[in-house]
């Protein structure tokens, strides 16, 4: 409620002596509203809490997977998932991690694009027209891929069986849509068993189950049996055992829990887990979906872009050695 009184009053115009009056009386005001974020310099390093300087490592491979829908309780502590928590205990877990917004569609973009672009439904045809990390990747001469669950065959738009392209955000980039061989390298999940085979694992890889494997239709028992299946592949892998490292969020919760001036889509789970970070290590730091993004952007020097760019988001740097 005042969040949302705050924002009344910054709304009206003109700023008159009794709305100044009720802005002094609002304690807390600055600090519950959405501030336009402040710019943030590109960097290599990161600080952390401790205020240190931990330079991100330079990853093999970084690989991005997102599941759907549940809270931080749904999942860690939780005996629906066993399998999810034994790798929070092995590697690293993010105590204090938050959705961008609801509902899905708009944090798979801040995932990729640094924003939400003012897109508050799961729409299939409200494109986007902006640089993504895809033209990041490619100016910075890193390979990439993303792989769907149940997606029929590369660049095929649309929705079809459990496969949702409210779930692919590659697609609603115009520079990615329209572009053939761009579009071509968002391919179904099965080619991911070929490339891991043949040593043939893009730099970066993105990852999407499908509705009941994510969790979005099924449960949390689901989509932790599912990870427990698929992803030895990636850890027995090459690819990650040179350096490389798994990312595995939940693009929303069901709360408006949020941090850092632009989340407020829930307090959801985000596991790091790598050979190059700290063994069993929890952070307590408060990291969003633009934190995420900073993080592939700062380890591979690629620039900022728009919410990552932002002083008020931090990258993952204290979960590594």
């Known amino acids: 409620m005042m969040r949302q009184l705050c924002r009344w009053v910054m709304q009206q115009k003109p700023i008159t002596l009794s709305t100044m009056v009720l802005l002094a009386l609002l304690a807390g005001c600055a600090s519950g509203a959405q501030p336009t974020p402040s710019a943030r310099q590109p960097t290599s390093s990161a600080a952390t809490s401790a205020g240190a300087s931990v330079a991100l490592p330079n990853f093999s491979h970084i690989f991005v997977i997102v599941m759907e829908n549940k809270e931080y309780g749904d999942v860690i502590g939780h005996s629906a998932a066993p399998y999810i928590n034994s790798l929070a205990r092995q590697y690293g877990l993010a105590a204090n991690y938050f959705a961008a917004t609801h509902p899905s569609l708009p944090n798979y973009l801040e995932l990729l694009g640094g924003s939400t672009f003012g897109i508050s439904s799961d729409c299939t ?23 769907m669950e149940d997606m029929p065959a590369p660049c095929s738009l649309g929705s079809t069986g459990d496969y949702a392209m409210k779930h692919n955000p590659f697609a609603y980039f115009d520079d990615i849509r329209q572009n053939p061989a761009r579009c071509n390298q968002i391919v179904p999940l099965t080619a991911l068993n070929h490339d891991l085979a043949g040593n043939a694992v893009p730099d970066f890889v993105w990852i999407t189950p499908n509705l009941c494997h994510d969790m979005h239709d099924c449960g949390v028992s689901d989509g932790d049996a599912w990870l427990q299946g698929f992803l030895p592949q990636i850890l027995t892998s090459a690819a990650w055992k040179s350096q490389g490292v798994i990312f595995i969020t939940w693009d929303e919760g069901s709360s408006d829990a949020g941090c850092c001036q632009i989340a407020q889509g829930g307090h959801v789970p985000l596991l790091v887990i790598s050979p190059l970070g700290k063994p069993g290590f929890t952070s307590s730091v408060s990291y969003d979906h633009a934190s995420l993004l900073l993080t592939i952007e700062d380890a591979w020097h690629l620039g900022v872009m728009r919410d990552s760019g932002c002083a008020c988001t931090a990258p993952l740097a204290d979960f590594f050695i």
């Open 125 to 147: 045809d409200c494109f986007v027209n902006a640089t993504n990390l895809v033209d990041q990747l490619e100016t910075g001469h890193k390979s990439w891929k993303a792989y």
